[in-house]
């Protein structure tokens, strides 16, 4: 449960957008939790769309579970605080960033974060997927 906490504090956040992907919804998903995995602030962030980086923001500074409240000025910013937080065994469960095969309904997407028991909602944004939302949407 804590592993679908952190990704979900991560990953789980609303936005819009439409158009055509070359890259994956799985490929952005796993590119998100492996980069979160190594404290790879610039590569998580640049999978979220802009107002998922706003609500990531304010979904930290709301002292949520497992990372208690973070402060941060930036999606960057709060990247590396929650991943300064993350555990060992967190950071190696999230470290390969292993996925299921997306469930695509025309631009919108659902992939399983496979071994940390959450979902991840994408949507196209232009021509790409970016990471919308998930379990813990507000």
Do not use: Y
């Not at 952005?28 to 190594?38: D, E, H, N």
């Not at 990372?67 to 991943?83: P, Y």
């Amino acid at each position: 449960m804590g592993v679908a906490v952190i990704i979900s504090l991560v990953l789980a956040i609303a936005a819009t957008g439409c158009g055509e992907s070359t890259r994956s919804p799985e490929d952005v998903t796993s590119a998100a939790v492996s980069g979160l995995s190594k404290g790879d602030e610039k590569k998580v962030c640049a999978e979220l769309t802009e107002p998922a980086k706003r609500k990531l923001l304010e979904v930290l500074a709301g002292d949520p579970p497992i990372v208690g409240t973070i402060n941060a000025t930036s999606c960057e910013d709060a990247i590396v605080k929650v991943h300064a937080k993350l555990t060992p065994p967190i950071r190696a469960v999230l470290e390969d960033g292993e996925v299921d095969k997306a469930k695509i309904t025309g631009d919108k997407a659902v992939v399983h974060v496979t071994g940390a028991g959450t979902d991840v909602e994408l949507q196209k944004v232009g021509d790409e997927w970016k990471i919308t939302g998930g379990i813990f949407e507000g």
